[in-house]
């Protein structure tokens, strides 16, 4: 009955006129000439009857009924018709709005898995949020400690294991950036040419502790075996792109808890790089493999975060490449991605020149204010490697106490400190000593107002975790600003 099914009717046909006039006609067929009529005479039929059903002011077909007799259509007859058509049409507009209501339904659905998704990245952006401050802390302080055990080290063995301890601390602030970058659609990581096998084989050592410390300590073997063939450069973030492999390996050694093989290629496809990790773990089911990149879907209960995935396939994403997986349960998995190689245009920039601490500025007087005792310590023996003097204060109030009674070269505070915060203080040390640089430490969590940072005179930004170097490059160009 629904308007592309009806008979269509020729406007001089009874069903035409019915339609065109909103009203019931009933004619005798033999006094027309349509085709429709002269079929009815032919099968002995003397009354026609067209109905229109009208549905919202506008009709969308006609009830049609027939007669051997003539004139067959009286005023009850004409009456019944008429109720008849009317519940017809009832029964048709609800049925549009069934069908109008499913697919609503249908949408909502659909509008509310993408409210769920938003609803969980905005979650773990909060929950980043929240551990963002205290995790930076933390890792400042091993980075920090990292970096100055080795300055002092001799011995090129446990250099390296340093450099290992090094190495995690920063990609883990690195991944609490990240994790809020997710969440934030925002990046503003620095890519250059990777030799994407070079991050293959750090993250194989990286891992080391996970694939053979301690599965010989679970009494199981996990056979590693690595081949990078000759694999094209591709444009990335080599941090980025080794925490992926790091992700991908831990989760093939989560999926072999008897052991098993893990191997690890790489090499060239189509335009770019590949790089595949197998497995010869428990595997997924079409299920689990749905949704492995869902933010928070793990199937390893309170031992996994369900971040790896979801994360990795971000930043595979943000470098214009793709992640896929194939697996069959029991008996493994292989996730593969592939990468675009380094383009000519993209000219790989200089690598930054590095002076030599030696050739640094040595014995400026700088003050460090910073609530967090482990804090100000490590920046206070960072700058003690290169032989400044260095006053640390709890807080603000101390913190201008210090400054007014001592002489220094610079100030670092701390941003967020109960009571006076680094903006606070910057401002008054600005109006006791407007050329005197200051530098905000900040953690990566916080997003640092551009417009508050000028009008409280803060001249630097030193983000946590400190990196050993960057600071003492940062503090010499506070030094070069104060001989301006
Ligand atoms: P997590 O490791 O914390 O669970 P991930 O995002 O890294 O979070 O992984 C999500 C889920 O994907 C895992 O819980 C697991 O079910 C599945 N998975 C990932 N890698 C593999 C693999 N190599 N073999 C089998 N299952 C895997
Ligand atoms: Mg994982």
Redesign the pocket.
């Known amino acids: 009955v629904e308007p592309s099914q009806a008979v269509v009717a020729r406007i001089d046909s009874a069903m035409g006129l019915a339609i065109e006039s909103q009203q019931q006609v009933a004619i005798d067929p033999v006094n027309s000439s349509g085709e429709y009529e002269r079929q009815l005479v032919q099968l002995g039929l003397r009354t026609f009857a067209a109905v229109p059903i009208v549905v919202d002011g506008s009709p969308v077909g006609t009830l049609n009924l027939s007669w051997t007799r003539e004139s067959a259509v009286d005023d009850d007859v004409r009456e019944a018709l008429d109720t008849l058509a009317a519940h017809l049409a009832v029964a048709i507009k609800n049925t549009r709005l069934f069908s109008e209501l499913e697919s609503a339904l249908a949408q909502l659905q659909v509008t509310q898995e993408r409210l769920v998704q938003a609803g969980k990245l905005e979650a773990l952006g909060e929950l980043a949020a929240g551990v963002a401050h205290d995790f930076n802390n933390v890792l400042g302080a091993i980075l920090g400690r990292a970096q100055l055990l080795k300055s002092c080290l001799r011995d090129d063995s446990l250099c390296k294991n340093v450099e290992v301890i090094e190495r995690a601390a920063l990609d883990g602030a690195a991944t609490v950036r990240r994790i809020q970058e997710f969440s934030r659609h925002r990046s503003d990581t620095e890519y250059q040419g990777v030799d994407i096998a070079d991050v293959v084989r750090e993250a194989v050592e990286y891992t080391q502790p996970r694939w053979l410390d301690r599965a010989s300590r679970d009494g199981i073997h996990i056979d590693v075996q690595v081949e990078c063939g000759e694999t094209p450069r591709t444009w990335g973030n080599p941090q980025q792109l080794r925490e992926v492999l790091t992700?991908?390996i831990?989760?093939?050694c989560?999926?072999?808890p008897g052991g098993g093989r893990l191997w690890i290629t790489s090499g060239r496809c189509g335009g770019g790089a590949y790089v595949e990790?197998s497995?010869t773990?428990?595997?997924?089911s079409a299920e689990?493999?749905s949704?492995?990149?869902?933010?928070f879907?793990?199937?390893?209960g309170s031992?996994?975060?369900?971040?790896?995935?979801?994360?990795?396939y971000g930043i595979i994403q943000q470098h214009n490449g793709t992640i896929v997986?194939t697996?069959e349960e029991g008996v493994?998995?292989v996730?593969r991605l592939e990468l675009p190689a380094v383009e000519e245009r993209q000219a790989e920039p200089a690598p930054p020149d590095r002076a030599a601490p030696a050739s640094r500025s040595a014995g400026a007087r700088i003050l460090v204010i910073d609530d967090e005792q482990a804090i100000r310590e490590v920046l206070a023996d960072i700058l003690a490697t290169a032989e400044h003097g260095v006053v640390v204060a709890e807080d603000g109030p101390v913190g201008l106490e210090r400054f007014r009674s001592g002489q220094f070269d610079a100030v670092f505070t701390d941003l967020g400190m109960p009571g006076m915060s680094g903006f606070d203080v910057a401002r008054e040390i600005k109006k006791l000593d407007p050329g005197m640089p200051i530098g905000l430490l900040t953690g990566w969590g916080a997003s640092v107002d551009e417009n508050e940072m000028h009008d409280a005179g803060i001249d630097l930004l030193v983000p946590k975790p400190f990196k050993f170097d960057e600071v003492l490059a940062l503090v010499d160009s506070a030094l070069a600003l104060r001989r301006k």
């Open positions: 992700n991908l831990n989760n093939a989560d999926a072999m990790v497995d773990g428990v595997g997924m689990v493999r949704r492995i990149f869902d933010p879907f793990t199937t390893k031992r996994g975060s369900g971040l790896g995935l979801s994360v990795s997986v697996s493994g998995t996730f």
